[in-house]
Nanobody, 124 residues
Framework: VQLQASGGGLVQAGGSLRLSCAAS????????MGWFRQAPGKEREFVGA????????SYADSVKGRFTISRGNAKNTVYLEMNSLKREDTAAYYC??????????????????WGQGTLVTVSS
């Protein structure tokens, strides 16, 4: 399984970005997908996740109301719409895949595969 994340970049505080993550390879069963981020010198933290059907989502308190996670119609792509970005959102963002996928997991250890990360930098 391969995960390809894209969409990161430099944005001013208050701006928006949309991250994408496409899963490919041996994805023959249901899976949930999540986003995590890691800022320099900090541990990787949960951002948001969505189950296989797209009917269940979970968000970190720090991004609730600003970020929205969704899945494409083909299910193999997940998006993270980020609005009202703050400097503290600056981090490398990683997408992850959790086979099973009926529930949403919030800890890194629950995920089976990881993408390479895409950098988001929010300037003041």
């Amino acid at each position: 399984v391969q995960l390809q994340a894209s969409g990161g970049g430099l944005v001013q505080a208050g701006g928006s970005l949309r991250l994408s993550c496409a899963a490919s390879g041996r994805t023959f069963t249901t899976y949930a997908m999540g986003w995590f981020r890691q800022a320099p010198g900090k541990e990787r933290e949960f951002v948001g996740a969505i189950n296989w059907s797209g009917g269940r989502t979970s968000y970190a308190d720090s991004v609730k109301g600003r970020f929205t996670i969704s899945r494409g119609n083909a299910k193999n792509t997940v998006y993270l719409e980020m609005n009202s970005l703050k400097r503290e959102d600056t981090a490398a963002y990683y997408c992850a895949l959790d086979f099973g996928g009926l529930v949403v997991a919030t800890t890194p250890g629950d995920y089976d595969y990881w993408g390479q990360g895409t950098l988001v930098t929010v300037s003041s």
